[in-house]
């Protein structure tokens, strides 16, 4: 019998310089978007990404989720994570060397070009446009910060990417982290039944979208535009895009002036 190793399909074994004990993943599946979180609260994944479309895709390995706990990479008998902020402050900051152990941990289980992103309200906004992107990516490794942060010298060392979900504070970034990977898996190929649904919801062309109806034709007294029952669909097109050219203008001007900016230039 050959002593050359068998084959195992889509998964495969990848080597690591922690104990088995440590790691929370299956074995990588080969062709499957792998998401890993670095979280000091693993029990918090998949969360509502367990459910739905993101779940059902889950389960059929059209992805893959990796939770990489933080506290097994504590230092001394309590395997702690954190210490007080340089130059004093309230609160704590995470540890240098227990998070830059925890990433080469997880990159020694990511394919190479996945990005290595850290949740932080002082990161870039994310959009739906970095989701296309991430989309097309073999994966993301997300850190989820707590207390006051992280230590700054893992983010430059590592070159790490700072994005936040919006303009407000959280108690970590398990959250957020959530918030990224449901908007990036439901674009991958195979999640959503209706390709077409991602070409015409909110901000698939910088515009908001237009507002939905169906049946009952008429409720509380209030009934559908005539012009959605009408059967012409190029009218509905036009209606469709003017409402949503309206409601960008009104409610995001933000993103309204960014998109005349960009027709202007071309």
């Known amino acids: 019998m050959s002593d050359a190793p068998r084959s195992h399909g889509r998964k495969t074994i990848r080597p690591s310089l922690k104990p088995r004990d440590l790691m929370s993943e299956a074995p990588a599946l080969a062709r499957a978007w792998h998401a890993q979180v670095i979280t000091l609260f693993p029990e918090a994944f998949p969360g509502i990404l367990g459910l739905s479309l ?17 506290r097994p990479f ?14 004093g402050g309230a609160g704590m900051v995470l540890r240098p060397d227990v998070m830059g152990a925890a990433i080469e941990h997880a990159r020694s289980q990511q394919a190479p070009g996945a990005p290595l992103i850290y949740l932080s309200p002082r990161g870039k906004p994310f959009s739906q446009e970095m989701a296309r992107d991430l989309a097309t990516r073999p994966g993301v490794t997300l850190i ?64 908001l979208e237009h507002p939905q109806y169906t049946r009952p034709a008429e409720w509380q007294g209030r009934t559908i535009p005539d012009v959605l029952l009408s059967g012409h669909h190029g009218e509905i097109a036009k209606w469709r895009r003017q409402q949503s050219e309206d409601l960008t203008r009104t409610r995001r001007p933000d993103l309204w002036n960014a998109l005349k900016t960009r027709k202007d230039f071309t």
Not at 55 to 70: D, N, R, S
Request: proline share 3%; aromatic share 6%; charged share 25%.
């Open 74 to 87: 504590g230092e001394g008998k309590h395997r702690n994570v954190d210490d007080t902020p340089a130059g």
């Open 54 to 70: 993101t779940g059902k895709a889950l389960q059929q390995e059209l992805w893959q989720l990796q939770t990489v706990p933080l």
């Open 144 to 207: 989820c910060g707590r207390f006051e942060g992280l230590d700054q010298r893992v983010i430059d060392h590592y070159r790490i990417a700072e994005v936040s979900i919006g303009d407000y504070v959280l108690t970590g970034g398990e959250l957020a982290a959530q918030v990224m990977l449901d908007a990036a898996v439901r674009l991958l190929p195979g999640v959503l039944g209706n390709a077409d649904s991602t070409e015409e919801e909110s901000f698939s062309d910088g515009l």
